[in-house]
């Protein structure tokens, strides 16, 4: 059924529109108007096919090449640049962008540079990069982790994703095999084994992820339980470092963050506390404690989408894979993991790619008691088959049930 749903995101998703860029085509020279080229895609419309030389890629990046998030999309960018035979010049990078009127100056900056295909990667950029794309039906602009793009009714607005949950849910099965390891070896008892979660906002993003965690944990261990502090940001190293003594102190004995930065397990490590990171290898800043992390493998996307222009092919309205198409990942796993993880993950990771494992599957979670049969918040149905069908009719997160066995406040 997911394929099917990302088959008709894809069929009803608008075409590319023209590849002009930036003061747009209206200061288009001459020689690069000859250079482009017409073909009729598969829906049956005319797009204007852009040369490999010429095209120019804009990004707008929250943070920049020291911060795990941003790093991660960076080299995605250069491994599809590469993979298609574009120069590292021909990508414009625009970092430590807030999710504030900046994020519009600085994407009108790129369409009047003469990118004819802008990515907007954090949540907060998509209602100003949506008021630059109506202005410039020319350029092609996908927005990371948003929501807007199937109601926005523009033609030129993407929305991308990837399956993040799954590699969330197998790392928790990690950090439950460590949990099991540590009860057999009398260090706690199984109801001592809390987990922490180290959470930037209450978004539907991060619960989808904490989520997932959890139950990949507690399919090791049933006793397991969570507690989620919010730092409301994406990147405070020292908030993140805080609120991971916090979760300790609070008697959680294994650790996990969706926030962007070392700060988490830098503090895990301090405590020998072992701990599941996010976007990077976090070995390097706890070498003793972290045990693997969760990681996009954005080049996935990008290979796609720059693919799509260089061909006139329509992009999806909506796109997000998981480990079928290695657009998710974990890392290596580090010294703290138990023994037999790795063997198990590989079972795991191999049960989500041919179905027989569904992340968010009804019979393995209760809200307020209950196993939640019907889940509709804007009208369409996300629970069937037995299962939350997560970004599967659009590419955002959509889980946001705070289930039993979690608690979740503001630090």
Known sequence: MKKTAKVLCALVSAALLLAGCGSGAKTETKASAEAESTTTTADGSSQTVVPKEQLKIGVLLIGDENEGYSASHINGLKEAAKTLGLSEEQLIFKTNIREDESSLDATEDLANQGCQLIFGTSFGYESYML?????????????????????????????????????RYVSGVAAGLKLKQMIDEGKIKPDQARLGYVGAYPYAEVISGYTAFYLGAKSVVPETTMKVLYTNSWGDPAVEAETAKQLISDGCVLLSQHADTTGAPTAAEEEKVPCVGYNIDMTGVAPDSA?????????????????????????????????????????????????????????????????????????????????????????????????????????????????????????
């Open 291 to 411: 045990i693997t992390s969760p990681t996009n493998n954005w080049g996935v996307y990008y290979t796609y989408a720059m693919e799509s222009v260089l061909s006139g092919e329509p992009i999806a309205t909506d796109w997000s894979e998981g480990f079928a198409q290695d657009a998710v990942r974990l890392t290596k796993l580090g010294t703290a993991a138990a023994p037999g993880t790795e063997e198990k993950l590989k079972e795991v990771e191999q049960q989500i790619k041919d179905g027989t494992l569904h992340v968010f599957d009804t019979k393995n979670f209760t809200v307020n008691g209950k196993e939640v049969t019907s889940y509709a918040p804007n009208g369409q149905e996300l629970i069937s088959d037995g299962y939350f069908h997560e970004s599967e009719y659009r590419s955002s997160p959509s889980f946001d049930l705070i289930v039993d066995g979690i608690e979740a406040t503001a630090n």
């Open 131 to 167: 008021e630059v794309a109506k202005d410039h039906p020319e350029i092609t602009f996908c927005h990371a982790s948003g929501n807007q793009a199937a109601g926005a009714g523009l033609a030129n607005f993407h929305n991308y994703f990837d399956d993040i949950y799954e590699a």
